[in-house]
């Protein structure tokens, strides 16, 4: 059964400082990976898509790696901002299913 | 616009009063689904469907009912509301080929008390 996990659960960065998120997953039988961002309360923002054949994907000052060998992803946030304080999950879809498998989420704040 | 629209986006019921909750996405997407966040579960899925009149269970299914007649609907429908299925409930759908994006609505949040 995939399960994701997501490390930290929580970070707090000042301004300006570029910061890596973590995501991990078990099965690494995966089509893509998503990340996405949730401010509270709100819906779900996709913010990068990576497809099992792909290594990375670069979005402004947002970087996502995939390595399904090891089953790890991470988002990279340069310089931060403290817009960019949110929720952000990443999930992975499976070989064959609809199913989205998320993880619990790392809740960023950015102070400024 | 490209969108995934729910209705209605807040709903507080009493528990045992049938309520539905719509959704439609305008895409010509083929997959949608529908998805319960709760504090500490995180997004499970509750069902989902492949086509018309095609849909089948996810992992939380208990106590909800959906049906697809058109490819655009899918509403989830609760018979008889309980108090634990308050939650923040999204929608979201996706085309038949690659690369499976998942396009999701904004949310509804529901309170059954």
């Known amino acids: 059964k995939q399960e994701v996990t997501q490390i930290p659960a929580a970070l707090s960065v000042p301004e300006g400082e570029n910061l890596v998120l973590n995501c991990s997953f078990t099965?690494?039988?995966?089509?893509?990976l998503q990340w996405f961002r949730q401010d509270p309360g709100k819906g779900l923002t996709s913010l990068l898509l990576?497809?099992?054949?792909?290594r990375e994907q670069t979005s402004g000052r947002l970087n996502a790696s995939l390595d399904k060998s090891s089953g790890r992803s991470t988002l990279y946030i340069a310089a931060s901002q403290p817009g960019d304080s949110a929720t952000y999950l990443c999930?992975?879809?499976?070989?064959?299913?609809?199913?989205?498998?998320f993880g619990t989420g790392t809740r960023l704040q950015v102070f400024p | 616009e490209a969108q995934v629209t729910q209705n209605p986006r807040y709903l507080i019921t009493v528990t045992g009063k049938k309520l539905t909750v719509t959704c439609s996405q305008n895409?010509?997407?083929?997959?949608m689904s529908w998805y319960r966040q709760d504090p500490g579960l995180g997004l499970r899925q509750i069902y989902y469907?492949?086509?018309?009149?095609?849909?089948d269970k996810g992992d939380v299914p208990e106590g909800y009912k959906v049906s697809r007649k058109e490819k655009r609907n899918f509403p989830l429908i609760l018979e008889s509301p309980s108090p634990n299925q308050t939650s923040l409930y999204f929608c979201?759908?996706?085309?038949?080929?690659?690369?499976?994006?998942?396009?999701f609505g904004p949310g509804t949040r529901l309170t059954v008390t």
């Open positions: 979201a759908s996706r085309g038949q080929g690659g690369p499976y994006e998942q396009y």
């Open positions: 099965d690494s039988a995966i089509y893509n």
């Open positions: 990576i497809q099992s054949s792909q």
């Open positions: 999930a992975v879809t499976s070989y064959n299913t609809d199913k989205l498998i």
């Open positions: 895409m010509n997407h083929e997959y």
């Open positions: 469907s492949m086509n018309v009149e095609v849909t």
